[in-house]
């Protein structure tokens, strides 16, 4: 789950969801891509 909200991730963590806090396009795509060992 991508998002904006931590709050928001702290709920999905508690049902088991993974998530990462979106701070700016390319902080996120850079957590992504180490998450899912993706090289650009």
Do not use: K, P, W, Y
Not at 9 to 31: E, F, K, P, Y
């Amino acid at each position: 789950m991508i998002d904006d909200l931590q709050q928001n991730l702290d709920g999905a963590a508690r049902i088991g969801i993974g998530g990462v806090l979106h701070t700016s396009a390319a902080d996120t795509r850079r957590q992504l891509a180490e998450h899912f060992g993706i090289t650009a």
